[in-house]
């Protein structure tokens, strides 16, 4: 079943995040007192490097140009879907890195865009687990935003140049509200970060949680408030809601050895489904141990909740 996804969250801080406004911390701090200061490199990207070139002057100027970043977990069975998805992307400019999940690489080199994209192997593992160990702000801190997104997502109604200079939505929502953005949403399969979001989202990832059930209502956090989680509303992309890792989703046949087959998948989904439940407690337990440590840290959504309540009186 095809559901409408509109909720493409987009997150951002409200303090300007500029990458060559990196803090630096005393040397002894880090451990680089035996480099002199002038020669550390604190940030890294994902952009693919010749081994030569024939023009010297290249590796003087090696200053980034703005960049977006597209990182998804993939599949061969969906390679068609992400095709499509890539090349639209490719369009305006964005650096593809590709996470696969079913250690089926070599089934994409005929694809002519391949060669442009990185690839990462690493069978079974989901979205947050690659994120977590391959995209370190340091390592994407010259992407202006990055799209971490699913591979079942319809894109013939997204733009994604549209997306990033035309942010604001124009409708709001209430309970009485029809229609998207307002319902029919699903959860985020389609989050959108800006660099200085993407920054606290990644400290935010449980390393061991590998599902990051929990995450999605905690990314409010990273935004410093609502003001800055916005829903589109004027694109769209489709979820196609494949339960690709783990196997199919069950369905009946007639052969005996595909029923064994099948009943397997349904299991491996069933357990995913388990264990994605019982991280999700976890995470919720670490959250509110967290909170409950750190005496310094305000709630910026209470504080908001408070001052909205609290009365108001003409002198």
Known sequence: MVVLCTIMLYIAC??????????????????????????????????????WSANSS?????????????????GLKQKQNVNTIVRKFLKENF?????????????????KWCNKAIHIVAENQTKWWFAKRFLHPAAVSIYEYVFLW??????????????????????????????PPCNGFVEGMAPVFSRAAWHCAWHLIQNDLVHGWGMDMKLGYCAQGL?????????????????????PAAKKVSSDVNLAKTHRAHDM???????????LEIFKQRWEKAVEEDTNWVDPFNKRKQEQASPTFDS
């Open 14 to 51: 409200r303090t300007t995040y500029q990458h060559l406004q990196t803090k630096v911390f005393p040397l002894a701090f880090t451990g680089l007192k035996g480099l002199p200061t002038g020669i550390i490199e604190a940030n890294s990207d994902l952009e693919l490097k010749p081994l």
């Open 58 to 74: 290249k590796l003087k100027a090696n200053v980034p140009s703005p960049h977006n970043l597209l990182a998804m977990p993939v």
């Open 95 to 111: 650096t593809i890195i590709l996470f696969h999940y079913d250690g089926k690489m070599d089934g994409w080199w005929d694809l």
């Open 150 to 179: 699913d591979e079942d997502l319809g894109v013939q109604h997204f733009n994604p140049r549209r997306r990033l200079y035309d942010p604001k939505g124009s409708v709001k929502c209430s309970s009485t509200s029809v229609g």
């Open 227 to 247: 003001k800055n989680v916005g829903i589109v509303d004027s694109q769209f992309v489709l979820h196609m809601g494949l339960p690709t890792l783990g196997g």
């Open 269 to 279: 989904r069933t357990e995913i489904r388990r264990q994605s439940t019982a991280e």
